[in-house]
């Protein structure tokens, strides 16, 4: 019997490998935006893959604000929160919601999408080509094996869209910026102005190069934006945006 429990767990992880191991829009970070991203990729019927480092959802909203189990959003974006199901109460001009229901109810909205979510899974570098220059998947590398600072190389996932979702880090666009020749340099963010940054985030998601594309506090950090403490409306919008202009350029609209 045991070794039916292994061959159940190890044959159907492998098949998903060997499905996403080449897919159309891959989101690295399961926080906020990247969730989000991905649940409005896969309801297009785009193949979406989510890789996350941790074995936990939701990034940065399971800590609130200052470990208060709430944060805030704007009220323009209660037809995201609807889209998820997620309940909010309006409270000094904003929208107040739960934060262990903000990640379970973001990770379940795009889950049912259709997006597959990978946890312990850390991208480590790209792959790119040349003439002309694009950005055409990741390497990746159990999280436990880098925790245990062990030397393994890592494997390949193609993907026609990488998106950069891993926060305040950048990591994927920085990797990218030191070893391909992108053009582009991660500042970091700025201190705290929260108005200015919940709209400059959403203005500035987008592609960085074709191929890979940024949203969330990623965008702060590549674009030197101001940080907004845990107010998620920018977050939300910000994956929403994301997926619609991949959607566009995989000519899934
Ligand atoms: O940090 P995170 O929540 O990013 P976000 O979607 O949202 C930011 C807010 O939480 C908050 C804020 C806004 O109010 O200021 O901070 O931009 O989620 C990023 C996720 O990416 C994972 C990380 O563990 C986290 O869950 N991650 C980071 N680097 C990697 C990664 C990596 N190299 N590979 C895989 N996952």
């Not at 998903?16 to 159309?24: A, P, V």
């Not at 001009?93 to 795009?110: N, Q, T, Y």
Request: charged share 25%; glycine share 10%.
């Amino acid at each position: 019997m045991e070794a039916e429990i292994t061959l159940a767990v190890v044959e159907s992880a492998t098949e998903d490998w060997k499905k996403y191991s080449r897919c159309d829009a891959l989101i690295v970070g399961a926080g906020p935006s990247g969730l989000t991203a991905a649940k409005y990729l896969a309801e297009k019927g785009i193949k979406t893959l989510v890789l996350e480092r941790r074995l936990s959802l939701g990034g940065g909203i399971g800590g609130g604000g200052m470990l208060f189990h709430k944060v805030v959003a704007e009220k323009d974006v209660k037809d995201i929160l609807d889209d998820f199901k997620i309940r909010y109460q309006e409270r000094r001009g904003f929208l107040v919601v739960d934060a262990a229901e903000f990640v379970a109810k973001l990770a379940s909205g795009c889950i049912d999408s259709g997006a597959q979510i990978i946890q312990g899974v850390s991208v480590e570098d790209v792959i790119f080509r040349e003439d002309p220059l694009r950005i055409t998947g990741v390497c990746i590398q159990w999280s436990a094996v880098n925790l245990a600072n062990l030397h393994v190389d890592p494997v390949f996932i193609e993907s026609k869209a990488v998106v950069d979702a891993t926060g305040h880090a950048a990591e994927v666009v920085s990797v990218a910026a030191k070893k391909v020749p992108l053009n582009v340099s991660v500042i970091g963010e700025r201190s705290a102005y929260s108005e200015v940054a919940e709209k400059l985030i959403v203005e500035k998601t987008g592609k960085v190069v074709d191929g890979l594309y940024a949203t969330g506090m990623a965008v702060a950090s590549l674009y030197n934006l101001p940080r907004m403490g845990p107010i998620f409306g920018g977050m939300l919008k910000s994956g929403k945006k994301v997926a619609e202009i991949i959607a566009r350029d995989l000519g899934k609209l």
